[in-house]
């Protein structure tokens, strides 16, 4: 009996070891499975095609959620720009000009808004921020493509 006691405990450890692995922090992934090897953010693709209506869902996002130290129109310019700067020495990203500091492709853009970028993390990621999933991301990259530069 002892025998059978312990293969039950073995099961229900390795059990209990599986569902704790698969209950994630609700983060989101550029539509990897689970367990898959990460992506390259240069070569990661947009699934969401820029329509109209992604680009409407992607700035009314941007404007909740990136406006105030973004501006109004990605120029870097928001109500917060100047705070951040001031305190933590932190220039706000200009999303109109040629210059971008943290990539340039979909996936990269992508990979900032999920991750955050910059010194300290001043830019917050939205990872597992709740009611925000990859398909609202991926409309704020086009409606971030649609008011910056044209990728090369």
């Given at each position: 009996?002892?025998?059978?006691?312990?293969?039950?405990?073995?099961?229900?450890?390795?059990?209990?070891?599986?569902?704790?692995?698969?209950?994630?922090?609700?983060?989101?992934?550029?539509?990897?499975?689970?367990?898959?090897?990460?992506?390259?953010?240069?070569?990661?693709?947009?699934?969401?095609?820029?329509?109209?209506?992604?680009?409407?869902?992607?700035?009314?996002?941007?404007?909740?959620?990136?406006?105030?130290?973004?501006?109004?129109?990605?120029?870097?310019?928001g109500t917060m720009a100047a705070a951040l700067e001031k305190e933590w020495k932190v220039k706000t990203?200009?999303?109109?000009?040629?210059?971008?500091?943290?990539?340039?492709?979909?996936?990269?853009?992508?990979?900032?808004?999920?991750?955050?970028?910059?010194?300290?993390?001043?830019m917050k990621g939205l990872n597992g921020k709740p009611g925000i999933v990859d398909e609202d991301m991926?409309?704020?990259?086009?409606?971030?493509?649609?008011?910056?530069?044209?990728p090369k």
């Amino acid at each position: 009996m002892q025998n059978v006691s312990s293969i039950t405990k073995t099961i229900l450890i390795l059990t209990l070891f599986a569902l704790a692995s698969a209950c994630s922090r609700g983060e989101s992934s550029p539509g990897l499975a689970p367990g898959a090897a990460s992506v390259n953010p240069k070569t990661l693709v947009n699934p969401v095609p820029p329509t109209e209506k992604s680009i409407a869902a992607g700035k009314r996002r941007y404007d909740r959620l990136c406006s105030d130290c973004h501006g109004p129109d990605g120029k870097g310019d928001g109500t917060m720009a100047a705070a951040l700067e001031k305190e933590w020495k932190v220039k706000t990203s200009d999303l109109t000009d040629e210059k971008w500091d943290y990539g340039s492709t979909d996936g990269e853009i992508f990979v900032g808004i999920r991750d955050g970028v910059g010194k300290k993390q001043a830019m917050k990621g939205l990872n597992g921020k709740p009611g925000i999933v990859d398909e609202d991301m991926w409309n704020m990259v086009n409606y971030i493509r649609s008011i910056g530069p044209k990728p090369k």
